[in-house]
């Protein structure tokens, strides 16, 4: 569960913040109660950042090698085709 931590409680305990992000725990700093940004562990950025390159048109297909084993299901997938979109039928 996350921890929320104003600005200025952020900026004074920096070093303390940051060895709880350490253990796990990430921490939302707020601005006037408002979420403004997270701390978060290293890897947590990497996840979010292969999320951001793979776009929400990549579906799920996208998140494949994001678990132990998966390596199993990456394979096919890359040499599979997609098909074309359905033709809607009229309802005239």
């Known amino acids: 569960m996350s ?10 305990h920096l070093s303390v913040c940051i060895r709880q992000v350490e253990q796990g725990d990430p921490i939302l700093i707020t601005r006037h109660g408002k979420p403004v940004a997270a701390l978060v562990p290293a890897a947590a950025m ?13 579906g799920l297909a996208s998140l494949a090698g994001g678990w132990e084993g998966a390596e199993e299901l990456v394979r ?3 040499h599979s085709t997609r098909m074309p979109p359905r033709e809607v039928a009229s309802l005239e």
Request: aromatic share 0%; no cysteine.
């Open 46 to 58: 990497e996840h979010l950042e292969r999320l951001r390159k793979a776009g929400p048109q990549a």
């Open 76 to 78: 096919p997938m890359a």
């Open 3 to 12: 921890k929320n931590v104003s600005i200025a409680e952020a900026k004074a």
